[in-house]
């Protein structure tokens, strides 16, 4: 599960990020990132110098001034540099093994669009407080940071697209209001069932159940929802076991040894062209005792691209999300 945390400036973020890394929560950090990645990727430096000139740069050093004062000329220069660097920044956090992000424009630069977040949290404070944190931290003047906050998004729209808001006004309890949020994403992430269905590539969110079919979401980019039959063969994840020398093992278990092994980023095994020796290494590698004539080749490469796009998606918790629910098999929905 992916979860964006956005606001407009001066709503304290960082502090709610600093907040949630004592729950051991780490949060990926757009701005730092994107200041990184301007630094030190080689493609950034050519699209930047190629759009604003050589002198964006001196020597390996950003020149921000050059690039804020091309920025402020139009409103074209602004989206022609975020269309450069966005997506970096997408990709950068896509390939990092964060499923938690801070962006103070989520929604007004289109990141949503290309990262999907299962959830979004909008930290919001009131005018005045937001003021005095931009002047004492900046130490510019009140009318400046007024202006800061004109360009953004208003909060009241921000929060309006978020399915949570934390409200960080120096009164109200912060860490009170993150563990609410924690429960209510907790108990959401552990009511989605991950679905496989026969015969149809990729992994399925089940959405709703009706008394003659289910709904399910694609897991990808395009989350399409579709109708599932009884005539399809449906399998929750959850009630999947492999094969070993002694007891099965849940497959919630093996796909967790995998996120070990991957430090929960994308199998960087080329599973799809790997020989059958070398596959059953990797596989031997998280499952030592797995049963060498019951496990074929197809079984570990399904595995492993089930891993990918759980991973791909934000599911790091697989006991969490492959915890056996009742009613999970698609002969149960008629009891529903």
């Given at each position: 599960?992916?979860?964006?945390?956005?606001g407009?400036?001066g709503?304290?973020?960082?502090?709610?990020?600093?907040?949630l890394?004592q729950?051991?929560?780490?949060?990926y950090?757009?701005?730092a990132?994107?200041?990184?990645?301007?630094?030190t990727?080689?493609?950034?430096?050519?699209?930047?110098?190629?759009?604003?000139?050589d002198?964006?740069?001196?020597?390996?050093?950003?020149?921000?001034?050059?690039?804020?004062?091309?920025?402020v000329?139009?409103e074209?220069?602004?989206?022609?540099?975020?269309?450069?660097?966005h997506?970096?920044?997408?990709?950068?956090?896509?390939?990092s093994?964060?499923t938690w992000?801070?962006?103070?424009?989520l929604?007004?630069?289109?990141?949503?669009?290309?990262?999907?977040?299962?959830?979004?949290i909008c930290?919001?404070?009131?005018l005045?407080?937001?003021?005095?944190?931009?002047v004492?931290?900046?130490?510019?003047?009140?009318?400046?940071a007024?202006?800061?906050?004109?360009?953004?998004m208003?909060?009241?729209?921000?929060?309006?697209?978020?399915q949570y808001?934390?409200?960080?006004?120096?009164?109200q309890?912060?860490?009170?209001?993150?563990?609410?949020?924690?429960?209510?994403?907790?108990?959401?992430?552990?009511m989605?069932?991950?679905?496989?269905?026969?015969?149809?590539?990729?992994?399925?969110?089940?959405?709703?159940?009706?008394?003659?079919?289910?709904?399910?979401?694609?897991?990808?980019?395009?989350?399409?929802?579709?109708?599932?039959f009884?005539?399809?063969?449906?399998?929750?994840?959850?009630?999947?076991?492999?094969?070993?020398d002694?007891d099965d093992?849940?497959?919630?278990?093996v796909?967790?040894?995998?996120?070990?092994k991957?430090q929960?980023?994308?199998?960087?095994?080329?599973?799809?062209?790997?020989?059958?020796?070398?596959l059953?290494a990797?596989f031997?590698?998280?499952l030592?005792?797995?049963?060498?004539?019951?496990?074929?080749?197809?079984d570990?490469?399904?595995?492993l691209?089930?891993?990918?796009i759980?991973?791909?998606?934000?599911?790091?918790?697989?006991?969490?999300i492959?915890?056996?629910?009742?009613?999970d098999?698609?002969?149960?929905?008629?009891?529903?």
């Open positions: 599960m992916r979860v964006a945390i956005t407009g400036i709503v304290g973020k960082s502090y709610v990020c600093r907040r890394a729950h051991g929560i780490q949060v950090d757009c701005d990132a994107a200041k990184r990645l301007m630094r990727s080689p493609v950034l430096r050519e699209q930047l110098c190629q759009l604003v000139g002198e964006v740069y001196l020597g390996d050093t950003l020149c921000k001034h050059v690039l804020a004062r091309f920025i000329e139009s074209a220069n602004k989206q022609a540099v975020n269309a450069i660097v997506p970096a920044v997408a990709s950068d956090f896509m390939a093994g964060y992000l801070e962006s103070a424009i929604f007004e630069s289109g990141f949503h669009q290309r990262v999907h977040f299962d959830v979004v930290v919001t404070a009131p005045e407080t937001r003021i005095n944190r931009i004492q931290r900046d130490g510019i003047g009140r009318t400046q007024m202006e800061w906050i004109e360009r953004q208003p909060q009241e729209q921000v929060a309006a697209q978020s808001v934390i409200v960080n006004d120096g009164r309890d912060i860490d009170k209001q993150i563990n609410q949020i924690l429960k209510s994403i907790s108990e959401t992430n552990k989605e069932t991950i679905l496989s269905i026969a015969g149809k590539p990729g992994l399925y969110k089940l959405v709703s159940r009706g008394k003659m079919n289910l709904i399910v979401e694609t897991l990808d980019d395009n989350h399409r929802r579709m109708p599932a009884a005539t399809d063969r449906v399998t929750s994840l959850a009630d999947i076991a492999m094969y070993t002694a093992i849940p497959l919630w278990q796909l967790k040894n995998v996120g070990e991957e929960n980023g994308p199998c960087q095994f080329d599973y799809k062209k790997a020989s059958s020796k070398d059953r990797y031997s590698s998280v030592p005792n797995f049963d060498q004539d019951r496990v074929h080749d197809s570990i490469k399904k595995l691209q089930w891993y990918n759980l991973v791909t998606n934000g599911y790091t918790d697989f006991e969490a492959l915890a056996p629910t009742e009613g098999n698609v002969d149960d929905r008629e009891n529903q």
